[in-house]
């Protein structure tokens, strides 16, 4: 390999987190910033200086998809197979298997089939989802939930347990125990296996961290508390860490991971360093304008390094049938002869939104493929439902009736797997409504053969299709055009997402779902939707007026960098018209630490070349003055003070504060 050779084309922030000696190293890296290429290059880099032995080098990912383009990427670089890559299940089950044989223990049974396992232990509770118990247990796994606490976690969590909190937690014992006693393990006691072997002998620990002396994680905001222990077991005391992540895109805390793990990682590693990758190499400068009012102005905008593309578009539509046919009419329009139809994508944050798309889009002969096979016609509750009305002698239209009348009965609590279940099979109800307007002798197989013609247009998956995929399974893509349906209040955010953790959770999957787009950006949102039989009033996104600002603002031709400090302005505005601050008030604006701050952000913006609202917004600048933060741990408490900001402007924001004191 030649060293110099993989340094060709980094940009002066890859170049530092690719070069930077020693460790831990944490790299923030935003959307469309080359973070795998840093990853990977710095892996081979360190290897090609001789600083690392690439039988020791153990990077970790949280798909065999994502480990294999690793592997993939690290042979392109010139590198044999040497280097470990996978999942931290897959490495976990690797170290147990040849623990088990060097001391001649027969392995337990990898337990496949955990619903019906959960069943059998639910007994007959009525109305009671295995699945769904099957959910809390890994959340509760992942976040090292003790049953005996399982009720305040949950709480504090806004979950809505499947049976009582009470319940889950003895249900949670008796799993552990009736595994215990059957000889079973689940995929999350293969990491608790894993990590009570490092605890519990330290010549093995020892042994084991000798062999994977350089760790690597990547998407590191998607690490769980009890991937975070056994990652902890793994390194020991060792330095040799480097983790890339971007906060941006967690949005995976309903499964267990926390988020928190990234965001604290200078807090917990006072000698790490810090690299913030804010270039990005993606998307026009129009699409990350919509990128950084999704967040509401809450990050450092991404910095473009794309030539100008149209301005994004938001369009409203009467109902859901008419947005699925204006958005395949939009397809249509920006696909021209020679173009692949794989250019384009359709997201939702549903997989019950994708039915109404899918038809349009059928309807007018363009090919579609459901990304991952998932959408509702593909689940567990639709596939029953469908079975059911196949059967012979089954009446279709008296067994619709009854569905309908059981997706009416709605009770007040519900899971969130619940709720997602009753948008698919309301979805196909309608579906089935459609069919008998079409065939009013309906029958079992005329239904099977009809729902089979609606999948006729989706391809194999190296077909050439428009991808229809919710946010969640768009994350880690990118098409040229996206177009993004359903951005109605109860979508986006999602209906059942009510802490300030989960609707910020829901904020960043918008994000995610923008910064797919790379030249082009449709949004669209219905005035009404229908849910099986009912049609329904619907409201805008509340996300929607800040990205109605951004389009605006590139409409009148302004440059779209400016955006960010214009909402940080018009936020000044509203805060002007509050309460008139008491007399014994400091005012930040006649304040002379205020002003101080001012000039020395507008010399430092001025030296990076970069936007003042860059170092700091006026907001944050307002509460530095106000509360005169004395400490490193006090001045990380102000808004807009993050981890990176927190590494580089530190010492000097802390001396004004102290020089304007004296």
């Known amino acids: 390999m030649d060293a110099d050779g993989l340094l060709a084309g980094l940009n002066e922030r890859q170049l530092e987190a690719v070069t930077t000696p020693g460790g831990p190293i944490v790299v923030l890296a935003g959307a469309g910033s080359g973070k795998t290429r840093v990853l990977t290059r710095r892996i081979a880099w360190r290897i090609a200086e001789g600083q690392t032995d690439p039988r020791r080098v153990l990077a970790l990912t949280f798909t065999r998809k994502a480990a294999g383009e690793l592997r993939t990427r690290l042979r392109a670089s010139g590198l044999r197979d040497d280097v470990v890559a996978g999942t931290f299940h897959a490495i ?7 623990r088990w044989n060097e001391k001649g223990i027969t392995p337990p049974t990898l337990l496949d089939r955990k619903i019906r396992f959960v069943a059998q232990l639910l007994g007959n509770r009525r109305g009671v989802e295995p699945l ?30 499947p049976i009582p909190a009470g319940d889950m937690g003895e249900l949670m014992d008796l799993y552990q125990q009736e595994k215990r006693r059957r000889r079973l393990v689940d995929f999350d006691d293969l990491l608790a296996l894993a990590l009570r072997d490092l605890t519990a002998d330290s ?38 860490l480097f983790v890339v992540g971007d906060p941006n895109q967690a949005i995976y805390g309903w499964n267990g991971a926390d988020p928190n793990l990234l965001g604290s990682f200078a807090r917990r590693e006072p000698t790490s360093v810090l690299v913030d990758l804010a270039d990005n190499y993606r998307s026009t400068p129009q699409v990350l304008t919509m990128a950084t009012a999704a967040l509401a102005g809450k990050s450092t905008a991404l910095v473009p390094h794309r030539s100008d593309g149209p301005v994004p578009t938001l369009n409203s539509f009467p109902s859901d ?81 009854e569905l309908d009348a059981s997706l009416d009965d709605v009770e007040v609590e519900q899971t969130t797997q619940a709720i997602e279940r009753r948008q698919n099979l309301a979805a196909f109800s ?41 946010f969640h399974g768009a994350k880690g893509l990118e098409w040229d055009v996206v177009h993004v349906g359903g951005l109605e209040k109860g979508f986006v955010p999602i209906s059942y997402a009510k802490t300030g953790a989960q609707l910020a959770e829901e904020q960043r999957l918008l994000y995610v779902a923008v910064t797919r787009a790379e030249t082009e950006l449709h949004l669209s949102w219905a005035l009404e939707r229908s849910f099986g039989t009912k049609t329904m009033k619907r409201q805008p996104s509340p996300h929607l007026e800040l990205l109605q600002s951004a389009i605006s603002h590139l409409q009148r031709g302004h440059r779209p960098v400016d955006w960010k400090a214009k909402i940080d302005l018009n936020r000044a505005t509203v805060r002007s018209k509050g309460p008139i601050p008491k007399k014994t008030d400091r ?47 006090q001045l990380a408490g102000m808004p807009g003070v993050g981890p990176v900001k927190l590494e580089r402007y530190a010492t000097e924001v802390l001396e004004l504060v102290t020089d304007s004191d004296d």
């Open 92 to 98: 976990a089950l690797t170290q147990l298997r040849a």
């Open 132 to 161: 769904d118990v099957v959910s809390e247990l890994e959340w509760a796994r992942a976040r090292l939930v003790a049953p005996d606490d399982y009720g305040n976690a949950a709480e504090l969590a806004g979950r809505t347990p």
């Open 203 to 240: 010549d093995y620990a020892n042994a084991v961290r000798w062999r994977h002396r350089h760790i690597y994680v990547d998407e590191f905001q998607d690490v769980n508390p009890l991937q975070f222990e056994l990652l902890k077991a793994w390194r020991g005391d060792s330095s040799d």
């Open 321 to 401: 049938l008419a947005e699925a046919a204006a958005i395949a009419q939009a397809i249509k329009t920006a696909h021209s002869a020679g173009d692949k139809w794989s250019r384009q994508a359709v997201l939702v944050r549903t997989n019950a939104q994708l039915v109404p798309i899918e038809q349009a889009l059928s309807d007018e002969g363009i090919p579609v493929r459901v990304r991952g096979g998932q959408g509702p016609l593909a689940t567990k509750e639709v596939k029953d439902e469908l079975r059911s009305l196949s059967r012979p002698g089954i009446n279709i239209v008296h067994a619709l009736s």
């Open 430 to 470: 309608r579906l089935v409504h459609e069919y008998l307007t079409i065939d009013p002798e309906a029958s079992g197989p005329g239904l099977m053969a009809w729902i089979a013609t609606l999948q006729a247009g989706e391809l194999d998956v190296d077909g050439d299709a428009v991808e229809l995929a919710t």
């Open 587 to 633: 005012n930040p604006v006649d304040d002379p630490l205020f002003e101080s701050l001012r000039t020395w952000r507008r010399d430092k913006a001025k030296a990076a070349d970069v936007p003042a609202y860059v170092i700091f917004s006026d907001q944050t600048l307002r509460a530095i003055a106000k509360r005169r933060p004395a400490s490193r741990s």
